[in-house]
């Protein structure tokens, strides 16, 4: 018996949490039919050089509650 998406759709959202985090985490990276390693690994090495900064103390950190509050007011008239 084939699945409509409607009944698929129903039983997916029936799963546990973190069964459906995983199913949509896995849905969305299907979508990414452009994926590039070379992307993926320049993507990385920024990741390391931005800890990296972290770790040393060049760059300050906040929270994330803190920035979307600073660009709200820097951005909303």
Not at 38 to 53: C, F, G, L, S, T
Not at 57 to 69: C, Y
Request: proline residues 3%.
């Amino acid at each position: 018996m084939a699945h409509t998406s409607i009944e698929t759709s129903q039983a997916a959202l029936s799963l546990p949490l973190d069964e459906r985090a995983a199913l949509a985490h896995a849905l969305i990276q299907s979508l990414d039919v452009l994926h590039d390693p070379e992307v993926e690994q320049a993507w990385d090495q920024e990741i390391e050089k931005r800890i990296e900064r972290y770790e040393k103390g060049q760059v300050a950190s906040r929270d994330a509650f803190t920035a979307l509050e600073d660009l709200k007011s820097r951005y909303s008239a």
